[in-house]
């Protein structure tokens, strides 16, 4: 089954190879009209020119965006941990280990519905934010084609959890966790986030996920209530969707149209190389949790969930609020010249750096207590799970701003492809030789490992691209630079 998922892997690299140049230019032609990358002026730029990048306005924008983002998937992920003490002492280990399988393997058709829609939605509409046909055009295709793609993907999930047997004996979880990728087809958080327009997402989420919440305790008193978990985040992911949808065709004046055959095969076409390549990256950063339960024991899974949970609250900061409110940022600089782009990645590369290692030592610190207060005794075996994923947090945050800010924005789809391809069966091979003896542990050194050799893979071929996105000289001028941009962004006014 490995080598199978492996051997598709490399005939999609083969054959996205022919293909890549021309959905590249397709998918970047909105973003960037820089000169060649091959020819990159590494030398810093003068301090009026960053002004002008990192002005006031933009660095006020980009903080509330991050603050708006932060609270969104923090609530998405705090919340139900608030439930966690009470949920795990009820259902314990085993039926945790469930409901997280359940997610993962219904995270493999919200992969298929997203396709690589969102940054590329993300890309060319941050370009044309006063392009009233763009918005249109994009905004009809997206949600036309992934409510296709949904179809195809309720299809497949019927079959699977119906004749499968591991899947149909817990079918009525599966469907109450699918449930939730409804709400992944009216989610526009990419049209919000190509806006910069982030504020009344999260105060949506917020509040529907307070009231979801509460459901959490009036409906799980035993053991086997454990369903009601999956089932009240899913529901909370369908209301939020509906909301934001609405908001957003409304504040954005945004006219839906019926996308022709043309348009949505050009469409499918040009997201194909950013769509198989986050299949790869979530082979590798995002199979762990079925991989151990398609090989290991229900307990070993409940265990992993529960140390790598806080993890994934970090994540969301560095993989998500932090890369979404910066993505158009940094898309747009890169627009208006490659010079422009490359200052701001090395600008905000040590202070990224630093905050990153401060969060992965306060992890490592509190993960006793943290197991402890919140899943108890029985969830022990977690504390060594969440030290060795501490790590996570520094490589994911160096993993985006080398591969996601530089290397997509510099059109190198291609190697960001073939990079996460390698790193995809990196951690299969790993996984398979460390489940069966190691179990849990074994999976949480296989995704470090795995992080660690993509980030590095990334480095190296920036470098050898003449790319000198970390340079120790850079780093003076980052704190200077980065002390009188706050300065301003926080200057009381007169």
């Known amino acids: 089954m490995v080598s199978k998922e492996v051997g598709s892997v490399d005939m999609a690299a083969g054959e996205l190879t022919n293909q890549a140049d021309s959905s590249i230019r397709v998918i970047d032609r909105a973003v960037y009209s820089g000169p060649s990358s091959s020819a990159v002026e590494t030398a810093p730029a003068p301090a009026s020119r960053k002004q002008d ?6 660095l006020k924008r980009f903080a509330v965006n991050v603050a708006s983002l932060f609270s969104l998937h923090v609530a998405n992920m705090l919340l139900p941990l608030l439930t966690v003490p009470y949920v795990v002492r009820i259902i314990g280990p085993e039926r945790l280990g469930l409901l997280n399988f359940s997610q993962a393997f219904v995270a493999y058709f919200t992969l ?71 709400g992944i087809v009216f989610f526009p958080v990419w049209l919000y986030q190509a806006m910069e327009n982030l504020g009344r997402v999260a105060l949506f989420n917020t509040i529907i996920k307070v009231l979801v919440t509460l459901t959490v305790f009036i409906f799980i008193q035993q053991p086997d209530d ?60 995002g199979s762990n949790i079925f991989l151990l339960g398609m090989f290991s024991t229900p307990y070993n899974v409940g265990i992993f969930s529960a140390g790598t949970r806080i ?33 701001i990645v090395r600008t905000i590369f040590f202070p990224v750096t630093l905050l990153m290692m401060m969060v992965s030592a306060g992890i490592w610190l509190i993960a006793p207590v943290f197991i402890s207060m919140f899943y108890g ?31 997509l924005s510099l059109r190198m789809d291609k190697a960001f492809f073939r990079i996460s391809a390698v790193g995809s069966i990196v951690s299969l091979s790993l996984n398979a030789l460390f489940i069966q003896r190691f179990g849990h542990v074994g999976v949480a050194c296989s995704w470090v490992i795995t992080e660690a050799f993509v980030t590095t893979s990334f480095y190296i071929y920036l470098r050898y691209k003449g790319i000198e996105v970390v340079k120790l000289s850079y780093l003076q001028e980052a704190i200077t630079f980065s002390k009188s941009r706050l300065a301003v962004l926080f200057k009381q006014k007169s």
């Open 53 to 58: 990048i990192l002005s006031k306005p933009i």
């Open 226 to 285: 454990y369903v009601y978990q999956n089932l009240s985040l899913s529901l909370s992911q369908v209301m939020v969707s509906f909301v934001a949808f609405f908001v957003a065709v409304k504040r954005f004046d945004i006219h839906f149209s019926w996308p022709t055959l043309a348009q949505m095969t050009k469409r499918f076409r040009d997201d194909s190389t950013l769509f198989f390549t986050s299949v790869v990256a979530t082979i590798y950063a």
């Open 377 to 407: 005794a029985k969830f022990e075996e977690a504390v060594l799970v969440l030290r060795i994923v501490a790590l996570l947090p520094i490589t994911l945050g160096l993993n985006n701003l080398f591969g996601v800010h530089t290397m």
């Open 311 to 343: 993890v994934g609250i970090a994540q969301a900061f560095v993989s998500l609020a932090l890369n979404q409110a910066f993505f158009p940022i940094v898309a747009n600089a890169f627009g208006q010249s490659e010079e422009k782009g490359l200052t």
């Open 112 to 182: 298929l519905i997203n396709y690589g829609f969102d940054m590329a939605s993300v890309r060319a509409i941050a370009a044309n934010r006063d392009n009233a046909e763009v918005k249109n055009r994009v905004f009809s295709e997206v949600v036309f084609g992934k409510s296709l793609l949904w179809i195809v993907s309720t299809i497949i999930f019927a079959v699977i959890s119906s004749f499968v047997d591991d899947f149909r004996a817990h079918y009525w979880l599966h469907i109450c966790t699918y449930i939730g990728t409804i």
